[in-house]
């Protein structure tokens, strides 16, 4: 038996996109349902976001990548005053990140994998032609041994060793940029409300 915490309210179409949940009980706020997959594993969840949300998919019809649009919000999010501010931060976040992935980035390696169809394609059957993760691996196969992969592994242990001294500077400034600015804005929101310290 494995459990699953989440707090949820009933949405329709988390309802429509998993159907196979059935013996539904709505007790205290508290979903008890079991998952008609032959495990018998039971799930009780207390977070309601799971619900309401909707994901950005990575997917692919007819052998190309349907991506999102990279200026299309991604969906809705908590409300501000339902959960801790790291929580939903945090998952803003990475449906944030999911998003960049499915709209910048999975385009740019489908382009490639575009470019080189009848090699890829060539060790995937038929059936999982429009499985993301499926075709992505038969590409990584063919990648894995191209120059540019090669020199990235050996380049690996020189950024290592730069990391060692320090010498990180010239790495994703931007990223890390942004990064230490909201981490020292978020520190500094939280020092704002003198009424949350534990001390």
């Given at each position: 038996?494995h459990l699953l915490n989440i707090n949820l309210y009933c949405h329709p179409r988390f309802k429509e996109k998993h159907a196979r949940w059935t013996s539904t009980?709505?007790?205290?706020?508290?979903?008890?349902?079991?998952?008609?997959?032959?495990?018998?594993?039971?799930?009780?969840?207390?977070?309601?976001?799971?619900?309401?949300?909707?994901?950005?998919?990575?997917?692919?019809?007819?052998?190309?990548?349907?991506?999102?649009?990279?200026?299309?919000?991604?969906?809705?999010?908590?409300?501000?005053?339902?959960?801790?501010?790291?929580?939903?931060?945090?998952?803003?976040?990475?449906?944030?990140?999911?998003?960049?992935?499915?709209?910048?980035?999975?385009?740019?390696?489908?382009?490639?994998?575009?470019?080189?169809?009848?090699?890829?394609?060539?060790?995937?059957?038929?059936?999982?032609?429009?499985?993301?993760?499926?075709?992505?691996?038969?590409?990584?196969?063919?990648?894995?041994?191209?120059?540019?992969?090669?020199?990235?592994?050996?380049?690996?242990?020189?950024?290592?060793?730069?990391?060692?001294?320090?010498?990180?500077?010239?790495?994703?400034?931007?990223?890390?940029?942004?990064?230490?600015?909201?981490?020292?804005?978020?520190?500094?929101?939280?020092?704002?409300?003198?009424?949350?310290?534990?001390?």
């Open positions: 038996m009980r709505l007790i205290g706020g508290t979903l008890s349902t079991r998952y008609n997959s032959g495990s018998h594993a039971f799930v009780s969840v207390t977070a309601y976001f799971i619900w309401r949300r909707i994901f950005v998919p990575h997917t692919k019809f007819d052998c190309d990548l349907c991506p999102p649009d990279p200026h299309q919000v991604p969906s809705e999010s908590p409300n501000d005053w339902e959960m801790h501010p790291s929580w939903i931060l945090g998952i803003e976040s990475l449906n944030a990140y999911s998003h960049w992935v499915s709209s910048v980035v999975l385009p740019i390696a489908f382009q490639w994998i575009d470019e080189h169809r009848a090699e890829v394609y060539a060790t995937v059957p038929d059936n999982l032609k429009d499985d993301v993760g499926t075709v992505l691996a038969a590409a990584f196969k063919l990648i894995k041994n191209l120059p540019a992969y090669q020199r990235g592994l050996t380049k690996n242990a020189m950024y290592q060793t730069a990391k060692a001294n320090g010498d990180t500077a010239a790495i994703n400034p931007a990223w890390a940029s942004i990064t230490q600015t909201v981490r020292t804005d978020t520190q500094a929101a939280f020092t704002q409300q003198t009424s949350l310290s534990v001390d």
